[in-house]
């Protein structure tokens, strides 16, 4: 199968210069384009976060990919490198069609891959380099580095929501169910579960916990 991915970065952007230059270049190739993947989302966010990843994850070794240029994968180049590294993994063939790559399963792809990992790995050594470089000049200037006491965090929603969370629970929803209720992790629910009593015991209490208990016993 031969898949075509579009992807812009506002929904006032138009996939079709995209479409049409994919259609050109597989016509040039005899290729047949299967299905076309089409989605709006900056190329910052993470391929596990787009139709891109759940794409990968379908395709099939001897699946074919093409994409107008390599930035339409991602933005960064860690990310464009964990992608072609799936795809090579997969056996999946990616075509950009205006730099002309092909990434597949040849020595020259490999070598490719190769040279985009290097520029990747230099430029997280930079970012990191940079980083570092610019903590110890505030704390030079005497800048406090970290999070301020008593700052805004995630504890503070489940805080200021803390009835709300143990009517939940009284009611039968799950830990799952608070966490996605509130867009907070389950390490942050133990911590504010360890810090208010009721809540523990309304946990305690859910049917799920009380099930099991059942099974243990």
Request: with cysteine.
């Amino acid at each position: 199968m031969t898949i075509g991915y579009l992807r812009v970065s506002t929904g006032k952007q138009h996939p079709a210069n995209q479409k049409d230059e994919i259609e050109r270049f597989a016509a040039q190739k005899n290729i047949t384009v299967n299905r076309w993947v089409v989605e709006v989302a900056s190329g910052s966010k993470s391929e596990k976060d787009r139709k891109l990843g759940r794409l990968l994850k379908t395709m099939q070794p001897g699946d074919t990919l093409i994409v107008t240029e390599i930035s339409r994968l991602s933005r960064t180049l860690t990310e464009i490198m964990s992608i072609m590294g799936k795809c090579l993994e997969k056996g999946i063939l990616l075509y950009t069609t205006k730099e002309g790559y092909t990434f597949d399963n040849t020595i020259n792809s490999k070598v490719l891959c190769f040279a985009f990992g290097l520029v990747a790995e230099i430029e997280r050594n930079l970012i990191s380099m940079r980083t570092k470089e610019a903590l110890a000049m505030r704390k030079a200037e005497g800048v406090k580095l970290g999070r301020r006491h008593g700052s805004y965090t995630k504890m503070n929603v489940l805080k200021e929501n803390i009835a709300h969370v143990v009517s939940m629970l009284n009611q039968g929803s799950t830990i799952a169910d608070v966490c996605r209720k509130f867009h907070v992790s389950r390490e942050t629910f133990s911590r504010f579960r360890a810090s208010f009593s009721e809540v523990d015991a309304a946990v305690s209490f859910t049917p799920y916990y009380q099930y099991k208990k059942k099974k243990k016993l």
